[in-house]
C-alpha cells in the first residue's frame, strides 16, 4: 500500500471512530445518583416534557419541586406511559435516587399514575 493510501485510510478510520463516539459523549450516565438510598416520591405534575433523550415531570412534593428523570420518550410510549398521562395536575408517584449533585432531581425507576405502574428502567 502506498504511503497516500495509507494516510486515507487512516483518516478514514479516525474519522469513523470519531463519528461513532459523539452520541456516546452525548448523553450522560446515571453514577451522579444514588442508588443505594431509593426514594419514593408522591406529588402534582406541575409541568412535564415528553422529549428525548429523557423526559421529566416536574413533582411537587408538600411544595417542594422536584425535577424527576424519565426514560426516553420510546420507552415510555412501548410500556405504555403516554404524554396525555402527564399533564400538570395529576397525582404521580415515583420511586427512583436522588441525584448526588442536585438534591431535588431524582433519577426514576418507575411511575404509578392512578392505578398504572410503569417500568422506565
Known amino acids: ?55 421529566f415531570v416536574d413533582l411537587d412534593v408538600d411544595g417542594k419541586v422536584w425535577r424527576v428523570v424519565l426514560a426516553p420518550t420510546s420507552r415510555m410510549q412501548a410500556r405504555g406511559l403516554t404524554r396525555e398521562m402527564l399533564k400538570a395536575g395529576t397525582r404521580a408517584t415515583v420511586v427512583g435516587y436522588a441525584n448526588r449533585q442536585t438534591p431535588t432531581e431524582l433519577r426514576a425507576e418507575r411511575i404509578t399514575i392512578g392505578d398504572k405502574t410503569t417500568e422506565l428502567r
Open 1 to 55: 500500500m502506498h504511503a497516500k493510501a495509507m494516510v486515507h485510510t487512516a483518516l478514514l478510520v479516525a474519522s469513523v471512530l470519531t463519528a461513532l463516539s459523539v452520541p456516546l459523549a452525548a448523553h450522560h450516565g446515571w453514577t451522579g445518583y444514588d442508588e443505594k438510598k431509593p426514594l419514593t416520591l408522591t406529588g402534582t405534575v406541575k409541568a412535564f416534557e415528553y422529549e428525548n433523550p429523557h423526559g
